[in-house]
């Protein structure tokens, strides 16, 4: 493994011709000369230790982990961040009312005496990155292969607390190249951060779903935070009156200069997961089940969600946060399965393996590779729809989701093994998930989801895997016949009606003193197990065994990958680790007769806006400032407008949401945001030709808060540069 590490190292310093436009989430630690070189001549002006360094202050201090998935960046010396409106959207519907709706409103805290504590809301700062790739590769030495899917995750766990413990560290080791290397990431966590500002949804979400994953977007996805320490200058543990502003060892400037078709633009974030190693079996077991039933099931939630939230602000922001994580993923897994088949991504996958098995002939240990792949994936696939319609169908009715969930406390209760003290860990967590379940838990919506879900699960998996004779033949005795809609409609009525889980004093009851008895009588709690033990009597074996099995030819091929292409530009998939990200603002012609301009500007704001629409109003003060052209230093000098929006060649995904899109000398330009509907295969293949990032323009952003906000002590905290 030592070789192979070696290799990875030198791989990321040599050039980068052989790869397509600007494909490349890179390891920031790992940059070689000759990928620096190509950075520079692309436009870049930072030295390599501006970028980063583990002795000096540079720009990877600026950038932290947002929240549970996100990025955020440090604009100010009072530790001030810019993220996405979607990143900060749960923490902005947490802190929103009917009385004081910041969700419909907007907020913005004119003095940090007014910003909004945030419970729960934590970012990471990135301290160092070390290669372990040899211990972890010994510990594994003594784990039979088809044992270490369900072992590496406790080896890891059990390395990263090692090393983090009495450090005041958090610690998390993370695999690469499909395990052929291991490096362990070190991070400070501030648990005070605030919320300082939001536009008012029309704005962060403007063009709602129909604008989601599109060129040209008009959305002002931005909100503003800001991150504290202890009084001693210490990572803060929890809100403290006494707690002070962040104070960076490095915050990024801003620049209102404006942007050109062709500049350099660089991206620093957090991606969260790419499969670009995916093999051709993988991509049809996609396009075939996953995908589409996962977006058949999400659509249906979504519906039922979405017919409650348009008669009700309290309903709708009481399911907002929600419904826009479900919403994202549903037209993105769509677009997806489209974009590989349109692009023969398959086709592509299976030359490149072709060329392997010639590369590998004389080569033993990689005989029958693909024969042995393509036998694991024929075992699997006729259980393939079954997880999907058990975990997005099921478990997407948030009752079974919670009853489900009971199990843990059931099994404290019933064993043996257990003390009062695990009995008593296992309540107070149940608590805790309960508070979250009726928090977001929306009655009318969640009858519809369960009727829905219930009776696609029979329609559509394969009859073996149905639990018929612990839930539908009751089903048919008691409701009627296991075909029609209204039996199932019957069904989610009488659960809800009866479920001791809604009913808030014998909830309090059961908690206070839980009976087993009780809650094995519960009909929410019936209907999630037998759903629940279905799944991990029939399906999860096989899931299991697929998995521990693809995990080993993933290795071994990636391992072959190393080998073939020794010498060219490897990065490894994403996995919330930071990566850097360069290319360049541009323009681009999504099909025949079409031209997207680089830019979007408040103008097409105005031919999108339909006053009262869900997706398309505007706040009345934008409109006002639209028509009295008021857009102060922030005006684009080419367009006589306000630029909205960008798109650069740059490749990011999930998890960029709200990272910083740099110009060549490292000052904020913009906020990552979103991909383009066209190259939406990205996770799997990158489109060299149609990928691009759509990000907020940061001058939208300022105009917004100055402006319409009217938060200029926001503006003062910035170093706004010109040049």
Known sequence: MKKISALLILSLSLSLNNV????????????????????????????????????????????????????????????????????????IASSSSVSHNYLRDGFWAKSKQEEIVCPGLSVQFLIKIEDVTEAVTAKLKLVAQNEITTKLPAILMEMSNKASEGTGFEVRVSSFFKGNQFLQFTYQRYKDVRLVGAPPESIGKFGGDTDNWEWPRHTGDFSIFRVYMDSTGKASTEYKASNLPYQPKHFLPVSIKGLNDGDYAMIYGYPGGTNRYETSFGIKLKNDIDNPSLVKLREARLKFMLAEMVKDPAVKIKLASSYAGIANYWKFFDGETKQLIKHNVIGLKQKEEAAFVIWAKDKPKYNNLFDSIKANYDAWTPYAKSKVYFSEGIMGSPILAFASSLKTLETALTSTANSQEAINKAIVSTKSNYDRFIKGENIASDKNILA???????????????????????????????????????????????????????????????????????????????????????????????????????????????????????????????????????????????????????SGVMEKYVPGDYEFDAPAKLIELINAKDYGQYVDTKTNDIVVSFITTNDITGGNSGSPVLNSKGELIGLAFDGNYEALSHKIAFDGELNRTICLDVRYLLFIVDKLGGAKNIIDELILSKK
Not at 61 to 78: H, M, P, Q, R, W
Not at 465 to 470: A, G, L, M, S
Not at 503 to 509: L, R
Not at 587 to 602: A, H, M, Q, R, W
């Open 452 to 602: 829905h879900v219930l009776k696609a699960f029979v329609m559509e998996v394969e009859g073996y895997q149905i639990p018929f004779d612990d839930f539908y033949k009751r089903i048919k005795t008691n409701y009627g016949s296991i075909n029609e809609e209204l039996t199932y409609k019957r069904f989610s009525e009488a659960l809800f009606e009866n479920s001791f889980i809604l009913n808030e004093s014998k909830w309090n009851a059961f908690i206070a003193k839980p009976d087993t008895g009780i809650l094995k009588r519960d009909i929410a709690y019936i209907t999630a197990r037998a759903f629940a033990d279905n799944y991990n009597n029939k399906c999860k074996p096989k899931f299991d065994e697929f998995n521990a099995k693809n995990y080993g030819f993933q290795n071994l091929y990636l391992k072959g990958i190393l080998d073939m292409k020794k010498g060219s530009v490897l990065y490894p998939d994403a996995n919330q680790t930071m990566r850097v990200s360069f290319g360049n603002v541009k323009s681009y012609s999504p099909k025949d007769g079409v031209k997207y301009s680089e830019v979007c500007t408040l």
């Open 20 to 91: 397509k436009a600007d494909e490349g989430m890179f390891l920031i630690h790992l940059i070689g000369e000759k990928t620096y070189a190509d950075m520079v001549k692309r436009g870049l002006k930072l030295s390599k230790d501006q970028l980063y360094s583990i002795n000096k202050n540079s720009i990877k201090d600026a950038i932290v982990l947002f929240g549970g998935g996100c990025t955020a960046e440090l604009v100010s010396k009072e530790g001030l961040l810019f993220t996405n409106h979607h990143c900060g959207y749960d923490n």
